[in-house]
């Protein structure tokens, strides 16, 4: 009875369905800081991907195609993730309190928008992660664009998270390039 009772539980065991690994993008200490010297508001977000990646799940490129990590996972969606570490990595930057990721505006402003569109947002298992990307910044108050911009670059990576820690390296490349453009006219910044 007692053999039964062991492999019963050892069958239900194997039956057991694995937990979610879940991952996210983290901002990226700034090599250079370039404070604005403007109280102005910086609204990040919210960003667009292409319809493939627009998932809970990671997505990777393999063997010539594409296949989804059912069981690695963003946490809050890759979207949000992405507004939330380009705002982090512009405070940083900037020296500024006043940068929100989307939909967090501050308090009775209008802040310029940056706008993020992902054209593509590779994880190569053992190899990279790719990323490229259009940006723009838009005075809310009269839909204005202020400036516009193309990023692209790529960062070795091997296993999932070392390629998730490549996109977050990517993002700061990223930052810096808008931190950039951003304090060379910090006139765009002035409250609106």
Not at 7 to 21: E, I, K, M, V
Not at 80 to 107: F, M, Y
Request: positive net charge; contains cysteine; proline residues 7%.
């Amino acid at each position: 009875m007692r053999s039964l009772i062991l492999a019963g539980c050892l069958a239900l065991a194997g039956c057991a369905s694995p937990q979610p690994r879940y991952h996210t993008l983290r901002t990226m200490a700034p090599d250079i800081v370039r404070p604005l010297p403007s109280s102005g508001e910086l609204l990040v977000g919210p960003s667009t991907l292409p319809a493939a990646l627009d998932r809970p799940q990671l997505v990777i490129e393999a063997d010539g195609g594409w296949r989804i990590l059912e069981q690695q996972r963003w946490l809050g969606g890759l979207a949000r993730s992405i507004d939330e570490t380009v705002a982090g990595n512009l405070s940083a930057r900037l020296k500024s309190d006043r940068v929100h990721a989307w939909p967090q505006p501050g308090p009775d402003t209008r802040p310029v928008r940056l706008l993020i569109d992902v054209k593509s947002f590779v994880l190569r298992t053992g190899s990279e992660a790719r990323l490229t990307v259009d940006w723009r910044l838009v005075a809310s108050n009269n839909g204005a664009m202020l400036a516009t911009g193309h990023f692209t670059g790529a960062s070795r990576g091997g296993d999932t998270s070392s390629l998730v820690d490549a996109q977050s390296r990517l993002l700061g490349a990223l930052s810096d390039q808008i931190a950039e453009r951003l304090a060379a006219h910090p006139e765009w910044m002035v409250s609106r």
